[in-house]
């Protein structure tokens, strides 16, 4: 390869990577769908303008049973082939250990929750991961069954897609504008790749592998049964519209099918529940059928067959196998099915809080009957029938924003989520006398309270607080609501009078008060979900007697950061061991690890875990060594290097060489200018405590920041004494010049230091010296050790075939210098001829890494601001 094809790659691994980063943006990774979803809204506005929703009503009244039998059977047909993923997934990948049963109701079931909620690829996968984790399977093969069914998604779409491009049925040339011999070309392409593929797998033994995770390849028969499964898929859902659409249409299937592929690509970028709206006008587009209420009618039939009814069963099944496993008298089988599908529960529950709120807001965007209306005008006055309307709706969307808290398993999310449904209830028949409403909210509190078990967190957060995605989604349901709303009143002409008309009439009028409370309730979620979180304030805790006598006793320096006053603990009920953490209020993270005895730290490292999984919270361990690293992976945590950790040994420890000519020419010089060194026991600390403060403030101004937490000591006179001090004087005057803490390692196994400050005005060489005049007092003295500390991101492989995290670290160090001195730093230690021992972090794996990072950046520096400081 010439350098000018090296020069070619690296252009296009760096552009990948800065659109890669691009598309990561938050900003960015909102507008997409945003943008996506305001132009299908427009699109189908536009092509529905001269539709009635009476039209619809009719059309959907007109719709024979015998067609609706039909597509009730395609659905059952295209479910049981989604099933059968994972049936022949699990044979690839854990044959045996997983009954085919449980794995074929693991997808079906993983599959009509994620196609009601959105987010397959959160929600369907978590599903699985659960089901199959809690029957002993690990992450690797847990990932090896759920890339199996994608692959074989991907296998059935290319021979479907091949086959449609090589013989080129009518239709087909309508939606790709090329010539017959490049749709033969391509599509005998495809069908050659996916033959080549199988040929590949037919040989046995292959295996995939990815940072760290692998698993095994099906054979070539495994593969093919796969691959005839995800036709059965893709075939069966689309037959399901296909066969509610009108005959007089005049398309052929293959041309049909195209259009349906694409729609479900374009629901996909929306982010909206199953696509809805987006998928809507792409189908309605793509077929010319503009302005025809039987389109629509059936595009409306196809959610409720296809969408809503399997997420029905899927529910009711759920919570007929809960209600079973507890009664006594039955025994073993129903009892071990609600154990493996527990898992599902609460996103089952999230699903039934969003379908009553959609269908709250959906009711409260149409038009009320006018004989229910009728019987309540003899008894409510009209200003409570219109306040019942705006509580419908606020409580719609209210349910909406709050299955989010029950799909994080929020105990006060069920709470609120049944309290929310009872009023529901309430407003459902006082706005208009619909018992349907009313009916499907008493069912949803009858299926949440049978799932009572499932809900066992307790979270100071806000359970209304959405991240990112949910709120994209949130948003993209409303809006395509609101466009119900405005296709149903599409005969009204907007005026202004409409705001404040009352009526018993007067449906257009209170569906626009109802959309502005809709509005105001989403602002209020949004803003203060994406900018409402405050940063913990540090409240000083009391340091238990028995963290200070093991902090005392242990050979760690690092341990005495514990006594900070900013952290919690959890302390081993026989007092051998103690875990010092903070709360982020989205994480507890612990600084370093357990210190004390190992047995007893191992459980107090598992009692976190368990604390953090009931509060709905991540759970990290920040700075730690590789002493309990097997305890970190059987929680199932990943282990990333975030630096190295500098010691240097003080046996025989001499400030000669050249590497250390800096610091002996620094002390040399201060015994000669008549600078004193001294060590101030605890003991004799308060007297001087004001003169340190001044140095301190001092040293603070001139660095324009503030003090830091967590991991590092602040100027707290309560922390100071609990240690001796190294100070330096001027010899003439006898003022203190500079100043640190030393931390004193039990059996003078080690010694370090962690406040040290100077006196901004004084001579520059005067750190240097008090550095030295330490390290040789340490040597002295008899300690084995001196810690340097951490040098951030130090030693991480920045290669071509490390793990992204590395690549990521080691461009930080290397690229970074401009925020911080990470070579700097390194190099500085490194003339100490130090001994580098790593690093770690232990936390949550894929993007919760870098999440883990920012909450401990929060403890330390009060976030982004405190860090620019």
């Known amino acids: 390869m010439t350098d000018q094809d090296t020069g070619k790659e690296l252009w296009a691994i760096r552009l990948a990577e800065r659109v890669s980063g691009f598309l990561e943006r938050p900003l960015v990774r909102i507008a997409i769908p945003v943008i996506v979803m305001l132009v299908a809204l427009t699109v189908l506005h536009e092509l529905s303008a001269h539709v009635k929703w009476s039209s619809v009503q009719t059309d959907v009244a007109n719709t024979s049973w015998t067609l609706l039998f039909i597509a009730l059977c395609w659905t059952a047909f295209s479910f049981v082939s989604l099933s059968l993923y994972d049936v022949f997934a699990v044979q690839s990948v854990a044959d045996g250990e997983v009954p085919l049963p449980v794995a074929g109701m693991a997808g079906a079931c993983g599959y009509a929750v994620s196609n009601c909620l959105g987010f397959s690829y959160i929600t369907g996968t978590a599903i699985r991961y659960r089901i199959y984790a809690s029957l002993g399977l690990d992450l690797g093969r847990v990932a090896g069954v759920i890339a199996t069914s994608w692959i074989a998604f991907w296998s059935g779409m290319t021979l479907l897609l091949g086959a449609l491009l090589t013989f080129h049925p009518d239709g087909i040339s309508k939606v790709l504008p090329i010539s017959v011999t490049v749709e033969t070309v391509i599509g005998l392409g495809l069908l050659i790749a996916l033959a080549t593929l199988f040929i590949w797998l ?10 760290g995770v692998g698993f095994n390849l099906p054979g070539g028969k495994l593969a093919g049964l796969l691959t005839l499964a995800a036709l059965g898929d893709v075939f069966g859902a689309s037959m399901v519209l296909y066969v509610l659409l009108p005959t007089d249409l005049g398309i052929g299937y293959p041309y049909f099918f195209t259009i349906f592929i694409g729609a479900i690509a374009v629901g996909i970028l929306s982010h909206a529940p199953g696509g809805i709206g987006a998928f809507e006008a792409t189908m309605i587009a793509g077929l010319g059928a503009s302005g025809r209420s039987d389109v629509i009618a059936a595009l409306l039939l196809y959610r409720l067959v296809y969408t809503f009814l399997p997420f029905l069963i899927a529910t009711l099944s759920i919570a ?28 089952v529950a999230a699903g039934v809080a969003a379908v009553a709120g959609v269908i709250l807001l959906v009711s409260g965007a149409l038009p009320a009957s006018s004989g229910n209306l009728g019987v309540l005008r003899d008894f409510l006055p009209l200003s409570f029938v219109e306040a019942s309307h705006l509580a419908g709706s606020a409580v719609g969307v209210l349910l909406i924003l709050v299955s989010r808290g029950l799909f994080r398993k929020l105990y006060r999310a069920w709470v609120v989520a049944m309290l929310l449904m009872l009023a529901g209830f309430v407003a459902s028949l006082t706005k208009g006398l619909d018992t349907h409403e ?15 078990d499932a809900f066992y967190r307790v979270s100071g957060a806000s359970i209304f607080r959405l991240n990112i995605p949910w709120l994209v989604s949130v948003l993209a349901l409303l809006a395509v609501i609101f466009w119900v709303g405005l296709f149903a009143y599409s005969h009204v002409e907007y005026q202004n009078a409409l705001w404040w008309e009352f009526a018993w009439n007067g449906d257009a009028s209170r569906f626009l008060r109802s959309s502005l409370v809709v509005a105001v309730i989403l602002g209020v979620v949004a803003v203060s979900s994406l900018f409402g979180r405050e940063i913990p304030v540090p409240v000083r805790t009391e340091i238990p007697e ?24 959890l302390i081993a009920p026989d007092e051998t061991a103690f875990l010092a953490y903070a709360d982020t209020g989205n994480a507890l993270v612990t600084k370093g690890e357990p210190v004390g005895d190992e047995t007893a730290g191992k459980q107090l490292i598992w009692q976190l875990r368990e604390k953090a999984d009931r509060e709905g919270k991540l759970c990290a361990f920040y700075s730690v060594s590789t002493k309990y690293l097997p305890t970190f992976l059987d929680l199932g945590l990943s282990i990333l290097k975030i630096g190295e950790v500098a010691r240097v040994p003080l046996k025989d420890f001499s400030l000669d060489g050249k590497s250390r000519k800096r610091f002996r020419q620094a002390k040399n010089r201060a015994e000669r200018e008549g600078y004193v060194f001294e060590i101030i026991p605890k003991q004799e600390l308060t007297p001087i405590l004001p003169e340190l ?8 101004a001139q660095k324009a920041g503030a003090e830091k937490g967590f991991a590092l000591g602040g100027f707290d006179e309560t922390y100071l004494s609990y240690f001796d001090h190294a100070v330096l004087r001027n010899g003439e005057t006898g003022e203190i010049v500079a100043f640190a803490n030393l931390f004193q390692g039990g059996q003078k196994s080690e010694l370090s230091l962690d406040l040290m400050r100077y006196e901004p005005d004084s001579q520059s060489f005067v750190m240097d010296a008090l550095f030295a005049e330490m390290m040789s007092w340490g040597a002295e003295q008899g300690f084995h050790w001196f810690s340097l500390g951490a040098a951030p991101f130090s030693g991480i492989e920045n290669r071509q075939l490390a793990s992204l995290w590395n690549r990521i670290g080691g461009f930080v160090y290397e690229h970074g210098e401009q925020f911080y001195h990470f070579e700097g730093l390194r190099s500085f230690k490194q003339k100490f001829e130090p001994e580098w021992s ?5 936390s949550p794996g894929g993007l919760a890494a870098p999440r883990i990072l920012y909450e401990v950046n929060i403890l330390i520096s009060g976030g982004l601001r405190g860090l620019t400081k």
Do not use: C
Request: hydrophobic residues 45%; positive net charge.
């Open 693 to 700: 403060r001044k140095i301190s403030d001092d040293w603070l």
């Open 546 to 569: 028995v963290v200070e006598r093991l902090v005392m006793e242990s050979e760690d320096t690092e341990s005495q950061i514990s006594l900070t006053g900013d952290k919690q603990f």
């Open 838 to 842: 790593p690093n770690y972090l232990a």
């Open 438 to 452: 009313a009916l499907s909210m008493v069912g949803s509190i009858v299926l949440l309270a049978m799932f009572r």
């Open 320 to 347: 007929v196998a809960s209600a079973l496993s507890h009664r006594r008298h039955i025994t073993g089988a129903a009892t071990w099915v609600y154990r493996v599908i527990r898992p599902i529960v609460p996103m």
């Open 202 to 211: 037919s040989k046995g033994g292959r295996r995939l592998a990815y940072g």
